[in-house]
């Protein structure tokens, strides 16, 4: 059995001036009382991953619509107090380039619900089982814990990270993580 080559095999191969992505998608957190309301993925790019509930954006719609109809979807809730916390961009090797928007909100109407999408799941925000994620969220996600506002670029071969380059700009400051 034959694997087809990798269009890209190291960070340093992509181009981010001239990226453009094929998809547009959203991830919501909703954090509250020291907890985090995260989803098991039933299906589609992620499957059987915890993450934050998303998805694609729908033609006409804006981000921030997107992350509370996902929300909606796959667990049932409405977050309220939504904001705006950072950008991820992610190349795959087989040539797939998919930008998120990321989004935080700290209370939601309506009672989290399993769904034929997602199952909902509450973690202390010092136990969130980043093994069982994708692997950039152990870099970004705890920026966004603490407030701070980020842009994370991402290569990814299937589930395995090749590499990244993660801005974080609290308080003006800026910081800078590269690997890869």
């Known amino acids: 059995m034959s694997s087809k080559p990798l269009a890209i095999t190291s960070f340093e191969q ?17 954090v509250r009382d020291g907890r985090i309301l995260l989803i098991r993925k039933k299906r589609g790019l992620g499957a059987g991953k ?14 921030r ?13 409405t ?18 380039k998919l930008h998120g928007y990321v989004f ?3 209370n939601f109407e309506g009672t989290p619900t399993e769904t034929d999408e997602a199952a909902p799941l509450w973690f202390n925000v010092d136990d969130i089982p980043y093994r069982e994620m994708w692997a950039d969220d152990q870099y970004w996600l705890p920026f966004m814990l603490k407030g701070h506002h980020f842009v ?7 589930d395995a990270m090749l590499g990244y380059e993660l801005t974080c700009r609290p308080n003006d400051d800026t910081i800078r993580q590269r690997h890869g």
């Open 50 to 63: 915890i993450n934050g509930p998303g998805g694609r954006i729908d033609p006409g719609e804006t981000p």
């Open 79 to 96: 977050p309220t107090s939504v904001v705006f916390t950072g950008e991820l961009y992610f190349q795959f090797a087989d040539g797939f």
């Open 152 to 158: 994370g670029r991402f290569l990814f071969d299937g």
């Open 14 to 30: 992509i181009n981010w001036n001239r990226w453009t992505p094929d998809q547009t998608a959203t991830l919501m957190f909703v």
């Open 104 to 106: 935080q909100a700290d």
């Open 65 to 77: 619509q997107c992350a509370i109809r996902e929300s909606q979807e796959e667990l049932a809730i």
